[in-house]
């Protein structure tokens, strides 16, 4: 099965800086690769994902970018907040193969923002 | 209101007691799953269920059961709860319909078990 790696398990910016969280997969057949944000005391929420056809995608402050030879994806956070405190998920998927519908996760970063 | 409810939101139990977590979706989806989170090791699936009549395991099931009583439903048992099953647990919902649905999984605001 698949099996994710992500690093750093802990992250602390000063605000307006830029956090990078990286991640590793390990099955080539995966290709659906999502982000999750979990906010304290709440459940995990989709912020971006990105599909294997493409190499990266933006979304206002956040970007994520597929290196599908290296097997690893990255989250880019650029102008931290402090709202942007939270535990972050990265996830992979061979979205049309058996294993359809169950993500596999990351470990989780905590990310700090600091004012 | 949420669209994906637990309950209870906390629980302190002992064990050996059989504990029931249950979850409750508005969403219409047909897809339920628990997953569990411990610190440094993410989010692990426990139970997943494609519709009311298919239940399957995830990679952490031993310990664990669940009913989809219904397609908004779905509750997740601990028959003899132990210590090492504290963790907070998430109930989470997907809709796969359509060939381009990768199914974006939303989650309950989780249920946090203590067993003492």
């Known amino acids: 099965g698949e099996n994710v790696e992500q690093h750093p398990s802990t992250l602390s910016v000063q605000e307006g800086d830029s956090a990078v969280i990286k991640c590793t997969y390990s099955?080539?057949?995966?290709?659906?690769f999502p982000w999750y944000k979990q906010e304290l005391g709440k459940g995990p929420q989709l912020i971006i994902d990105?599909?294997?056809?493409?190499g990266e995608k933006k979304d206002q402050r956040i970007a994520v970018t597929l290196n599908k030879t290296a097997k690893h994806f990255s989250l880019h956070i650029t102008e931290t907040q402090p709202e942007d405190s939270a535990v972050y998920f990265c996830?992979?998927?061979?979205?049309?193969?058996?294993?359809?519908?169950?993500?596999?996760f990351g470990q989780g970063t905590i990310l700090t923002v600091h004012p | 209101d949420a669209d994906v409810t637990q309950t209870p939101r906390n629980r302190i139990t002992k064990t050996g007691k059989r504990i029931m977590l249950e979850c409750s979706q508005t969403?219409?989806?047909?897809?339920m799953y628990w997953y569990r989170q411990d610190p440094g090791l993410g989010l692990r699936l426990i139970y997943y269920s494609f519709d009311v009549k298919d239940i399957n395991k995830g990679e952490i099931s031993d310990g664990y059961s669940v009913s989809r009583q219904a397609q908004a439903k779905f509750s997740l048992s601990l028959e003899s709860a132990i210590p090492n099953q504290t963790a907070l647990y998430f109930c989470?919902?997907?809709?796969?319909?359509?060939?381009?649905?990768?199914?974006?999984?939303?989650f309950g605001e989780g249920s946090r078990l203590t067993v003492l």
């Open positions: 099955d080539s057949a995966s290709n659906y």
């Open positions: 969403k219409g989806h047909d897809r």
């Open positions: 990105i599909r294997s056809n493409v």
């Open positions: 996830a992979a998927i061979n979205a049309g193969g058996t294993s359809y519908g169950k993500l596999t």
């Open positions: 989470a919902t997907s809709d796969l319909r359509g060939t381009h649905s990768t199914g974006e999984l939303f």
